[in-house]
């Protein structure tokens, strides 16, 4: 675990945290206290995050495709669209408003940028074509209004590689989980390979010279930045030293925050840093919500356990 003395001074949690409740977008304190739905869409599904204003948060719907091919393929296929709820609706009793952003059921994985000007998703680009093989994940930007759509990788049709999970640093630097094709006994499956750390224009990197960078943390999965461009947060796979990690982004350094309690998991959404980057959020299996410090102490379930998942940390310090 992080020495005590390289963290610096810890406060107290404060601020809002947003969580999805059976299926639906609720909000409470950082203490757990005071409880209450925003947006009872029935169908919330994967991570959530803030808008700098901590009055909008953008968040994943799900839904399926039942598709009956003429060679008898086929099957059921989930589908993502990203939406925005609004506190202030939910403030005068308006728990039924909610906006759409995007209409191209493949995007998810929704973090809005440190300056509210862009919001990052992993989209998939085969979403609308029914004889796809399989998805094609790629790490793209939208503005809050649903316009300007960018993809970073501009050679994506190309490239046999997923980008899934991203999360940008306050500097513009990217993390995200990298998925390629790996021969199996039976065929050929699409497996995480770790956590790629990029600039802006890193994007562009060569697939394998991005598999060479994953192999720093070759069982890392759903990374997030911390608000101060510090710390990398993910979750390890491993089945011993398993849990949740900090890391410095080359990196150099890594520590234990969390290992979960006996018969529990910790959920594979991306954890969530507090505005100050001393505290994380995060769920586990048995649908719970939990806080706790950078130095692995403090821990504390505030909700749950029930169907809490996907917590994420209010960017305003308030």
Not at 73 to 88: E, M, P, R, T
Not at 159 to 170: F, I, K, L, N, Q
Not at 299 to 317: E, F, L, M, Q, Y
Request: glycine share 10%; aromatic share 10%.
């Amino acid at each position: 675990k992080m020495p005590v003395a390289k963290a610096g001074t810890i406060g107290k949690p404060t601020g809002k945290i947003a969580f999805i409740r059976e299926k639906d977008v609720w909000v409470m304190d950082a203490t757990g206290a005071n409880q209450k739905p925003v947006s009872l869409v029935k169908n919330a599904d994967g991570r959530m995050n803030w808008a700098p204003d901590g009055r909008r948060i953008v968040f994943t719907r799900s839904g399926k495709v039942q598709t009956n091919l003429p060679d008898n393929s086929g099957g059921v296929h989930k589908v993502y669209d990203v939406f925005i709820a609004y506190l202030d609706s939910a403030d005068k009793g308006n728990t039924g408003w909610w906006r759409r952003l995007t209409e191209d059921n493949g995007s998810r994985d929704p973090e809005w940028s440190a300056d509210g000007s862009r919001i990052i998703i992993s989209k998939d680009l085969n979403a609308n074509f029914v004889n796809a093989a399989s998805p094609n994940y790629q790490i793209c930007s939208i503005d809050p209004d649903g316009g300007s759509y960018d993809i970073f990788r501009k050679d994506w049709q190309n490239v046999a590689g997923w980008m899934t999970a991203p999360t940008v640093s306050p500097k513009g630097d990217f993390a995200f989980v990298l998925y390629l094709p790996q021969k199996q006994t039976e065929g050929t499956a699409i497996n995480p390979v770790g956590i790629a750390v990029v600039s802006r224009t890193g994007m562009m990197t060569s697939i394998d010279s991005l598999a060479k960078i994953c192999r720093r943390v070759p069982d890392g999965v759903a990374p997030a930045w911390s608000p101060d461009g510090q710390w990398i947060a993910y979750v390890d796979n491993r089945l011993t030293d398993g849990g949740l990690y900090i890391a410095k982004p080359d990196f150099s350094e890594r520590y234990l925050v969390f290992a979960p309690p006996v018969s529990v998991s910790l959920a594979t959404y991306q954890p969530s840093f507090s505005p100050d980057s001393k505290w994380l959020t995060f769920g586990t299996t048995d649908g719970s919500v939990w806080i706790c410090d950078i130095t692995g102490n403090g821990a504390k379930r505030i909700s749950g356990p029930g169907t809490d998942a996907g917590p994420a940390w209010s960017k305003a310090a308030r």
